[in-house]
């Protein structure tokens, strides 16, 4: 806590070095590659996102130490391989960083996060190298609903975007309009088209309210985990199986649940 310049840069350097030593002198970290590092690397990444949604800081610190140890891991095998070292990957970084924010670094003028994220967004464009198109900097492999919100906040930033957000609620009505028209037709190609297309209004909604919906979701998911839960367990303390009971039987201790707060 409140450590020095120095003392980061010491910790940053031991573990460089400890790294090195690792890929020399264990056979585990020595046979390790970029294809073999990447689905731990997404599994780091998803264990952090938990931690962040809980606020649980002493697991944001340790997996925050899991994603660093990869981050450095790919440094470490670029340099072996002649490509790039750590020293490319901050330099890279500050250089984008300073470009991307002229209003800090230059004279241009930014007093709102809208107008630093639409700044953003335009230079990016420009960038020798860089995304081509608006929603080419969105990557093919993101989660559907996390993709939905970048596509969104992406084009948002060139101005494609409602110029009410309550108009959203039209367009919400209007899809599952659609989609409740599609489920009469049993069409099941169909419905699904319709689903994704009323989820995808939901998504654009939660954006425009300054929700994240995948974080909404999540909120959810982790309610009717704990609801559940107090129900499974309080059947099981009264002798019950959860096949054997009846809907209203299960709702009761889902409701005694949703009473306590959980």
């Not at 585990?28 to 996102?49: C, G, P, V, Y």
């Not at 019950?240 to 201790?253: F, G, I, P, R, V």
Request: glycine share 4%.
């Amino acid at each position: 806590m409140n450590s020095t310049r120095e003392e980061k840069m010491e910790a940053f350097g031991r573990l460089l070095d400890v790294l090195d030593e690792l890929r020399v002198k264990c056979p585990w970290d020595r046979k390790q590659t970029n294809e073999s590092l990447r689905a731990n690397t997404i599994e780091e990444t998803f264990e952090l996102s938990e931690a962040l949604m809980h606020e649980d800081n002493v697991n944001i610190k340790k997996e925050l130490g899991d994603l660093l140890l990869h981050i450095v891991f790919y440094a470490k095998i670029g340099d072996e391989k002649g490509a790039f070292d750590i020293k490319d990957v901050c330099d890279s970084l500050c250089e984008k960083l300073i470009y991307r924010h002229p209003h800090v670094f230059g004279t241009a003028e930014a007093d709102t996060a809208n107008k630093v994220e639409q700044n953003w967004e335009q230079l990016k464009l420009k960038e020798k190298g860089g995304n081509k198109t608006v929603l080419a900097g969105v990557p093919a492999s993101l989660p559907s609903l996390i993709k939905a919100y970048r596509i969104q906040d992406k084009v948002r930033n060139v101005g494609f975007d409602w110029e009410e957000r309550e108009q959203v609620w039209d367009k919400v009505k209007e899809e599952l309009g659609e989609l409740e028209a599609e489920i009469n037709q049993k069409d099941a190609d169909k419905m699904e088209a319709e689903f994704g297309d009323f989820f995808f209004s939901l998504i654009n909604a939660a954006r425009l309210y300054k929700i994240n919906p995948d974080n909404a979701l999540e909120r959810t998911n982790q309610k009717f985990i704990r609801r559940f839960n107090y129900l499974e367990e309080h059947a099981h303390a009264q002798g019950l199986s959860l096949k054997d009971m009846t809907l209203k039987e299960m709702d009761q201790l889902w409701n005694e649940a949703k009473s306590k707060g959980l």
